[in-house]
């Protein structure tokens, strides 16, 4: 029998850990990209700042690797303690990526992290760049098994029902080359690079507005803002194009709500502004671009959108809201992003950007909003696939453990809580006091001299 209060603070509890772990693992995954470019300029230039470049953004590597490990564990376990059905059901299918990504990628990554981080001396560049791009494809393809796992929940393919009900896989190369997980692959993955822009931009601005670092803030800068426009444009078009059809195609009413569209229509307006009323199915206050939902549905301004009246409300997400909400968070800062770094980026190409005071000031106060960005753009995914569990096959209420009470998760999720707070005060203290040492306090062996009597922020540039 199933409990709905028990289906609620499990969700909250997986969606609690799940966000604050991967507060951790994106800016890796984005900053291995960064590494990887850094130690092949060092080894074909031997330019020293891009050794240095290389050598501080490691050590912040390997601290966020922890952390992620640490916060991450929590969330394997609850697919036995709290979603018991969800993982007889489908842990066939599932169980085969998530075993994978364990087994080969995050190992192979973990080999050679101690190696890029604490090989300086004992390494040439043309190895440490070799080493770092092992870590680079170790955690881009830890990547890639986790979101076709994900894939899998939001458009299954590949998969075949035993006698008992249960799932398994019945073809490996379509489970595994799912188009949705493709798609999604590409959106994340340079979302995690936008995130790791932004974050080595920021630092880079922070440097240059104290007057301190200056050569290592110009190459943060020139780099971040940089690949961090790239992206920025790469995550609107092709892939938040791409991703939005997929949803269109497989998902619709997740689009409809997502777009606060509760009637179908042929040219359907796109929502910039709005307050969804659901009980009297309509958008207050709505400032919309008409045909636009329609273009991004299927290509074409006057295509018909089905609206939520087309469907059973059984099958509409559980909370349109919130849906709604996250998925214009996420559209609203993916667009600010494009403008902040094509601000940069031309200021760069003037000349002038080490010296505009008011744009490092808002480069630098813009770190935490890729963060933001892309907890509502997994929030508008998971969101959005409700009310199933595995996408027309099982629902979410289906899925919590038999045994399971209300009273116990919501005792650990506030363990959890606590736990996390007491890890994210330590991660920001090291983070900060790893920045304010800077670059230079950085030894070749790769280690910081966390009690070292070099000068802080304010004193002698270092160049």
């Not at 027309?392 to 999720?413: E, M």
Request: hydrophobic letters at 50%; a neutral charge; glycine letters at 10%.
């Amino acid at each position: 029998m199933v409990n709905p209060d028990i289906d609620f603070w499990s969700r909250v509890q997986f969606g609690f850990t799940v966000t604050y772990h991967y507060l951790f693992p994106q800016l890796t995954m984005g900053l291995a990209l960064f590494l990887s470019l850094w130690r092949l300029m060092a080894w074909r230039t031997g330019q020293e700042r891009y050794r240095t470049a290389a050598r501080f953004w490691s050590v912040l590597f390997g601290l966020n690797f922890v952390v992620g490990v640490v916060t991450g564990i929590p969330m394997e376990f609850q697919f036995g303690t709290n979603w018991g059905g969800f993982s007889r059901y489908a842990g066939g299918v599932i169980g085969q990526t998530l075993a994978m990504e364990g087994m080969f990628a995050f190992f192979f990554e973990s080999a050679f992290i101690g190696a890029m981080v604490f090989g300086e001396k004992r390494f040439s560049p043309r190895t440490l760049f070799l080493i770092t791009l092992a870590v680079f494809a170790g955690s881009w393809l830890s990547g890639y098994f986790i979101l076709v796992t994900n894939a899998f929940m939001q458009h299954p393919v590949g998969y075949a029902t035993a006698a008992d009900g249960t799932l398994h896989v019945a073809d490996f190369a379509a489970y595994l080359l799912n188009p949705w997980a493709l798609i999604e692959y590409a959106h994340n993955m340079t979302a995690a690079v936008v995130t790791a822009a932004f974050v080595v931009s920021s630092v880079g601005a922070f440097y240059a507005l104290r007057g301190i670092f200056t050569e290592q803030a110009r190459t943060f800068l020139d780099w971040g803002t940089a690949i961090g426009l790239v992206a920025s444009l790469a995550i609107a078009f092709p892939t938040g194009d791409q991703q939005a059809k997929q949803v269109a195609r497989h998902q619709e009413p997740a689009l409809a709500a997502m777009e606060g569209q509760f009637t179908s229509e042929k040219g359907a307006g796109m929502n910039i502004i709005g307050q969804p009323d659901v009980a009297h199915r309509r958008i207050d206050n709505p400032i919309y671009l008409p045909g636009v939902l329609s273009f991004l549905a299927s290509g074409s301004f006057q295509a018909e959108v089905h609206g939520l009246d087309a469907f059973p409300e059984d099958q509409w997400p559980s909370n349109i809201e919130l849906l709604y909400y996250a998925y214009h968070v996420m559209i609203g800062l993916g667009t600010l992003f494009i403008l902040v770094m094509a601000l940069a980026v031309a200021q760069r190409l003037r000349g002038r950007l080490m010296t505009s005071r008011r744009l490092l000031w808002v480069v630098m106060f813009a770190l935490p909003f890729p963060y933001i960005a892309t907890s509502a753009g997994w929030m508008t995914a998971e969101l959005g696939r409700q009310p199933w569990l595995v996408y027309g096959l099982f629902r979410t209420i289906q899925g919590q453990s038999p045994l399971l009470q209300s009273g116990t998760v919501l005792f650990t999720l506030i363990g959890f809580a606590g736990l996390y707070f007491v890890v994210g005060v330590l991660y920001l203290v090291l983070m900060g006091r790893l920045i304010l040492l800077g670059p230079a306090q950085i030894h070749h062996a790769g280690t910081p001299e966390l009690g070292g009597h070099g000068p802080l922020p304010g004193g002698p540039t270092h160049d």
